[in-house]
């Protein structure tokens, strides 16, 4: 019994003294709990940069970030201002202690901090268990696509009507749209399929194109991206099984447009969208020229789209062409021959347009009398009317450029990227005595397309700025092709072995192979094709070059061969391409490629394209390549290191050197750039030097630089050449004692005058982003138009004043993040009159934003977001400290959300 007793005593004790020394803790041991909570703030600090940086990257992949992971950050922001609060009141409190006062607060305050200190541990362990991270973000579907082109016609609108009465029938399942090549089909069923998801007929409009030699696999990746579906399944028949799952399941109500079909398509291979229990809540319609395409697929309603009447076309012609006088009734005359077709009349109008009777009188007797006959009887004048836009091109260029199109498969979108550097070992441009002219040719060649219905313009979102060609201008481009300058082959379904066997390559001028399934695994050893100028090959299997023999191909000018291995480098062995001594245009992209000495022998080369290849190293020899204007190693992973031979390259106008996105191998380096001369012809760079992350701004701009960890008071010469010539510069970690960018940065390059995009990432010696005391011409801070400040540990101002009226006047976005210090946003005079998007994250000492005179110059404002900004008090701060965006001044911003006490606001457009 004693025992017993003396153990409750002892758990007695516990209970009683251990909860005891913890009260007296909050009393005498405040020191130590403060330290304590420091630790964890600084902890929860550093995690909470790690998540932010996660939170960017999965955004620039156009993630939506998952709920926990901003209820996470949302509270990592309120605990962080809970505790600098406390802290603070602590401090206050003893002083008062020492003077006697009552003890009760400072006992409740380290107890309140020591609870925050548990908090924290808990948000940082949860820190590492978010998953999922981020979602998917389903892209657009048929919202996507513009309407400013389409006109209604009574021909065009009995198709119309009939297909939106089918899309409403239950009994029509799939659904028929046929017509010939050019004449709306596919205007038409985009603006049905935008009614159909705008009146909530279909939750889901996806539209496809489907093509000659259908492409299974991209499709389905078609379909599985616009529905936000992730295929994992390796083969075509698994992912077809995921597919018709989703298509299936009755959550969503889907219509799917297949454009272009040519043959009968199976369903079941792209994944099925009829279950054995009906068509569930999916309708498919076809596009196509064939209406036997139409019976064999089973269509429950068979729509035709006829060719618009005599008036129709007059009406679209003249909305193109707007011919006025004594050519009027002539141009009637040839909107007449191009037989209600409206690609036809459109490129017809377009060919007018300004002109007179002389020159209507001139396309309408070519019209009547230069008829194809070895064209289908129903598309000999569609033929004719393009052959007549393409003879009407002004430019050498213009039509070369247009039969260079043809060499991509049909609805391929064409990077112009790629136009420009195949056309300049074409020849394109000879006459230009720079790269920079060339492209300017190139770039007007385009227009020229564009404007006269040749070509459309595209924008890419992976790719940027694109062209696309309609299949039946693509059709009438190869007929050019192969009667004026040489049989263009394009192969989308046949192996490339069994392809290159065929006797019509021997007499090609250009041939390209785009079937992804190729299994090219040696380049044949004999290959005789005297006439070939252009070799495109895109494969993903390793190709083996080393028993070629080009000794039948030496006149090939434009050689590219592109892995489409998803990231995956593979082996190719090009040495044997060294014999191709009028080779102009080499592209190895995503290869691992070793050793490339032998490019050294291609004395003619201009373009030399190694981007996202892994090699050896680039090889000494390469300087003295005359000819060479354009070294592309993007994200490549060299080996060993090659700056030195890259300084020697003077003769270039343009280079790109970046590492892949998983840094390996040597990048540029600053000491390898001392006593180098500068680039004497260099007009265009994007070059990645240092270590350095994620880039921001990468691929935006004519000149770029990302330098990481640059000593800017003793870098060379040449660093300080690009400099002054860049539009735009990613600076990390900046070294070398300045507390300004401007004027101290900008003074120690020798002047930024080009810049309109920078970016300063953990620049911590900076104070301030424009020092005004000092007297300088700031003319970098007058030119900037995109501005980013991120992790700024003691930036503290923007500007330090005075400022004056055209500071940032140029500026058009502005990103601050994680500038803790930062206290002052703008100077009192600043003019913002161009800014439209304004970023502010997690800078807990900033107080106001505008004064009543700059929020007065926000004219253009868009979007205004501030998050983690718990000191903030003002928006516009007014002359007595009060805030007054209530001001019928300012009566067009709209409440976003609250940040503390303060509402946050956006400017909308009205």
């Known amino acids: 019994m004693d025992e017993v007793g003396i153990s409750i005593a002892a758990k007695l004790a516990e209970y009683l003294v251990d909860p005891t020394l913890r009260q007296l803790q909050y009393l005498f041991c405040g020191g130590k709990i403060t330290r304590n909570v420091e630790t964890k703030k600084e902890e929860l600090i550093l995690k909470q940069g790690r998540v932010q940086e996660r939170v960017e990257e999965a955004i620039k992949r156009t993630e939506r970030i998952d709920d926990e992971v901003n209820k996470w950050k949302n509270e990592v922001v309120r605990l962080i201002a809970d505790v600098e609060n406390l802290v603070q009141e602590l401090k206050a409190n003893n002083g008062c202690f020492q003077r006697w006062c009552l003890i009760g607060r400072r006992y409740h305050l380290c107890k309140a901090l020591a609870k925050t200190a548990q908090q924290m541990t808990e948000l940082n362990t949860k820190s590492d268990q978010f998953e999922p991270f981020s979602h998917h973000v389903v892209v657009p579907d048929i919202e996507y696509h513009s309407s400013k082109d389409f006109m209604f016609f009574k021909s065009t609108e009995m198709a119309h009507d009939q297909l939106w009465e089918a899309l409403q029938d239950d009994d029509s399942s799939i659904i028929g749209l046929w017509g010939m090549g050019g004449s709306g089909k596919t205007t038409l069923i985009k603006e049905v399929g935008k009614k159909a998801k705008e009146s909530g007929l279909f939750d889901r409009v996806i539209i496809t194109t489907v093509s000659q030699t259908p492409n299974i696999r991209k499709i389905q990746g078609e379909l599985a991206d616009l529905m936000g579906l992730e295929l994992k399944e390796e083969t075509e028949v698994g992912r077809a099984r995921r597919i018709a799952m989703k298509l299936q399941s009755r959550d969503e109500r889907i ?162 990227e790629d136009l420009f550097r195949y056309g300049v070992g074409l020849g394109l441009c000879e006459d230009a005595d720079s790269f920079e002219i060339a492209r300017s040719q190139v770039i007007t060649a385009i227009n020229v397309l564009i404007d006269s219905s040749l070509l459309m313009f595209f924008v890419n979102f992976k790719n940027g700025k694109c062209v696309k060609m309609h299949d039946m201008v693509r059709d009438v481009a190869l007929w050019i092709a192969s009667k004026e300058h040489g049989t263009i082959m394009v192969n989308c379904a046949r192996q490339f072995n069994e392809f290159l066997e065929d006797e019509v390559v021997k007499d090609c001028y250009a041939v390209s192979s785009w079937n992804e399934n190729t299994k090219l695994l040696q380049f044949p050893s004999q290959f005789d094709a005297p006439k070939l100028e252009v070799l495109l090959l895109n494969s993903s299997d ?21 892995n489409n291995g998803y990231g995956c480098q593979t082996k190719l062995v090009p040495q044997s391409i060294q014999w191709l001594s009028n080779l102009r245009t080499l592209r190895l992209q995503g290869w691992h490629l070793g050793d490339i000495s032998f490019v050294v022998s291609l004395k003619r080369l201009e373009i030399l394209d190694l981007k996202g290849s892994k090699l050896k190293t680039v090889p000494n020899g390469i300087e003295k390549l005359n000819f060479m ?20 390259c003077l003769q270039l106008e343009e280079l790109y050197v970046s590492r892949d996105l998983q840094p390996s191998g040597y990048t540029i380096c600053y000491a390898c750039f001392v006593g180098v001369p500068t680039y004497p012809k260099l007009r265009r760079y994007s070059l990645e030097m240092g270590q350095y992350g994620r880039p921001v701004f990468w691929n935006k701009g004519l000149r770029e630089l990302l330098l990481g960890e640059l000593n800017i008071s003793i870098s060379s010469a040449i660093i300080k050449d690009l400099a002054q010539r860049a539009t735009t510069i990613e600076f990390y970690k900046l070294q070398g004692g300045c507390k300004s960018f401007s004027p101290d940065v900008v003074q120690a390059v020798g002047g930024l005058n080009e810049l309109t995009k920078l970016c300063l990432r953990r620049c911590s010696e900076i104070e301030c982003f424009t020092d005004q005391t000092i007297p300088h011409e700031d003319i970098l801070v007058l030119r900037l138009v995109e501005l980013v400040l991120e992790y700024m540990d003691n930036l503290k101002q923007l500007c330090h004043s005075p400022s004056n009226l055209t500071l940032f006047l140029n500026l058009e976005s502005l990103y601050v993040e994680s500038c803790r210090q930062l206290v002052n946003m703008f100077p009192a005079n600043c003019n913002l009159g161009n800014l439209k998007f304004l970023n502010i994250v997690n800078c807990p000492m900033l107080t106001s934003l505008f004064s009543i005179s700059v929020a007065c110059t926000l004219l253009c404002l868009e979007k205004l977001t501030i998050k983690g900004c718990h000191e903030l008090k003002h928006i516009i701060e007014g002359e007595d400290g009060a805030d007054i965006w209530e001001d ?20 909308q457009k009205w």
């Open 255 to 416: 219509l799917i447009i297949l454009d272009d079909v040519w043959a009968t398509l199976n369903l079941e291979d792209i994944g099925n969208p009829f279950g054995d229990d009906g068509p569930g809540n999916c309708k498919v319609v076809l596009i196509t020229r064939r209406q036997e395409v139409c019976t064999l697929m089973d269509c429950q309603k068979i729509i035709p789209l006829g060719l618009l009447t005599e008036d129709e076309a007059w009406d679209l012609f003249q909305t193109h062409a707007k011919v006025d006088g004594s050519a009027r009734e002539v141009a009637k005359a040839v909107a007449v021959e191009c037989k209600g077709l409206p690609i036809a009349i459109v490129a017809m109008a377009k060919c007018l347009k300004g002109k007179g009777l002389d020159e209507a009188n001139v396309v309408l007797h070519r019209l009547r009398h230069s008829k194809p006959v070895d064209v289908d009887k129903g598309g000999s004048d569609a033929f004719t009317c393009l052959k007549l836009s393409y003879d009407y091109l002004r430019t050498v260029e213009a039509k070369l450029l247009f039969l260079m199109c043809a060499m991509f498969p049909e609805d391929h979108e064409i990077i112009i």
């Open 629 to 648: 204007k354009l070294l592309d190693l993007s994200q490549c992973t060299v080996e060993e290191c090659f700056c030195k031979v890259i300084g020697r």
């Open 888 to 907: 019928p001044r300012f009566s067009k911003w709209e409440i976003l959300s609250r940040c503390s006490s303060v509402e946050i606001c956006v400017w």
């Open 542 to 562: 390793p190709l083996d070059l080393t028993l070629a023999s080009f000794e039948g191909v030496k006149g090939l000018k434009v050689v590219a061969v592109i």
